[in-house]
């Protein structure tokens, strides 16, 4: 079986690997989709060595296989890729912190014990039965796929400062901005303000149901302006995943607003203290989601509250995942997101 991986600058190679077998705890699942993330799009553009379990980490699939203590799964079950649920006795957890658990954390980064040598790009994968979560009938195999990167989207508003009526702005109508875009009026936001450079992607805000989408530069500075009389957006919500964009999201916020950091810039970001202090900024970041998180982002997608559908723009096989993370490295592409079918 040959599984994709991306083992230095944009170089992406299909590596050999032995079929996969359950764990006595573990299952075996059938890839049907595997969205390329950013996280993969990075380390395409810089040849930073990551951990070979995410590279393909938005994955849905069916059971094909299950190990011998496994009873609550069974063969043929849709399943999509989650992080495992609070473990209960390491320090965080000791503590009272199960939302730091760090179990958890370890296999939502790929470095638990189980954590197979490569993601989901690739026919099958196994992994520990804690990993996977029943898929919502009522999505597709390609819905489902998206469930991960929209979950990450809900932690970060769900751990937030928004509150109800709040002027929010996105920065950045990527797949995570989109998301994030949606949940923030599903949580109550009284105005959304979703920032992109591409035409195509304001288009699609807009469809999404963002209240005004805009350029970025003098045009956002202009709109937010108008919106909030003057005072600065409520909280700023950074998509971009740039280093210039962590200032940007402070410029843009009221004295006593907030910003939450959702995009991973490569880097260190220079910011103005100055600016921070003046404003009071509060700060929120999020990093992952929590395990009980993707029933719930599941479910609001399924009810259609939030649509993952209109994200999808193209999908290619194991074949085509070099040439679909160049055309996204490369800064002017007209993909949204990108799914992989292994089957292909």
């Known amino acids: 079986m040959h599984a994709a991986l991306i083992t230095g600058t944009e170089t992406v190679e299909l590596v050999e690997f032995d079929e996969p077998t359950p764990a006595p705890t573990g299952v ?19 040849g ?73 790009f690739a026919p099958r994968l196994a992994v520990a039965r804690d990993r996977v979560v029943l898929t919502d009938p009522a999505l597709d195999d390609a819905q489902a796929a998206q469930v991960e990167p929209a979950t990450v989207a809900f932690h970060a508003v769900r751990t937030s400062a928004l509150r109800l009526g709040d ?40 469809e999404l149901g963002a209240h005004v989408v805009v ?14 009389r003057g005072l600065g957006a409520d909280i700023v919500y950074e998509c971009v995943g740039r280093p210039f964009a962590i200032q940007s999201a402070v410029d843009l916020a ?31 970041s999020s990093l992952a989601y929590l395990h009980e998180e993707f029933e719930m982002s599941m479910g609001m997608i399924a009810d259609g509250r939030v649509r993952v559908e209109p994200l ?15 055309d996204l490295a490369s800064g002017t592409s007209v993909e949204t997101k990108v799914l992989v079918d292994p089957r292909r």
């Open 215 to 228: 350029e970025p530069g003098a045009a956002a500075e202009a709109a937010i302006r108008d919106a909030t």
């Open 48 to 120: 930073r060595p990551y951990n070979p379990a995410i590279c393909g980490h938005e994955w849905s699939g069916t059971i094909s296989a299950t190990g011998a203590e496994v009873s609550s799964l069974s063969e043929g079950d849709r399943v999509v890729v989650a992080a495992a649920p609070a473990c209960g006795g390491c320090v965080a957890c000791r503590r009272g912190l199960p939302a730091r658990c760090e179990v958890a954390f370890a296999s939502a980064v790929g470095r638990d014990a189980m954590a197979p040598p490569h993601g989901g």
């Open 312 to 326: 999808h723009s193209s999908t290619v096989g194991l074949d085509g995942l070099a040439d679909a993370l160049a």
């Open 167 to 206: 002027v929010a702005v996105v920065q950045g109508g990527g797949p995570i901005g989109l998301a994030t875009m949606q949940w923030v009026r599903a949580a109550g936001a009284g105005v959304v303000i979703v920032i992109e450079p591409s035409d195509g992607r304001r288009r699609l805000a807009a």
């Open 254 to 284: 009221r004295r006593g607003g907030s910003m939450c950091l959702i995009g991973l810039a490569e880097g260190d970001a220079a910011i103005s203290p100055g600016t921070w202090l003046v404003k009071e900024i509060s700060v929120t």
């Open 28 to 46: 075996v699942v059938d890839i049907a989709f595997c969205g390329i993330c950013g996280t993969d799009v990075h380390a395409y553009q810089s």
